[in-house]
């Protein structure tokens, strides 16, 4: 590897890091801890949800790695966060509309 490849690929512990970090912070509380909440608690069997729930996130992390890798591949760096910012942007409209309108016909039917 030359020196320039090396000095622009952070290292080992600063990835697994803030990977590990992104992850979970993104993950507390979402829909998916919820549901894996309530299937420990209707299961009785915390040990075997908390093994489903996460191979689970293993496979689901895998798809987004592979992905990744292909996009990194084919599109330039810039080009890839352009994407991931615009997906984020659409993302946060979409959510947004749907929970004005839900207020909106919540209001209305009260």
């Not at 993950?27 to 191979?55: H, I, R, Y």
Request: net charge neutral; with cysteine; aromatic share 8%.
């Amino acid at each position: 590897m030359t020196e320039s490849k090396a000095a622009d690929n952070p290292g080992f512990t600063a990835v697994l890091v803030s990977t590990f970090g992104t992850v979970f912070v993104a993950e507390l509380g979402d829909k998916t801890q919820l549901a894996t909440l309530l299937l420990s608690a209707q299961s009785g069997s915390p040990w075997l949800v908390f093994v489903g729930a996460a191979l689970a996130l293993i496979c689901s992390s895998l798809v987004g790695v592979l992905l990744g890798q292909w996009l990194a591949r084919v599109l330039p760096p810039g080009r890839v966060e352009q994407m991931a910012g615009l997906l984020m942007l659409g993302l946060g409209l979409w959510l947004g509309l749907q929970a004005a309108r839900s207020m909106w016909l919540s209001s209305a039917g009260a």
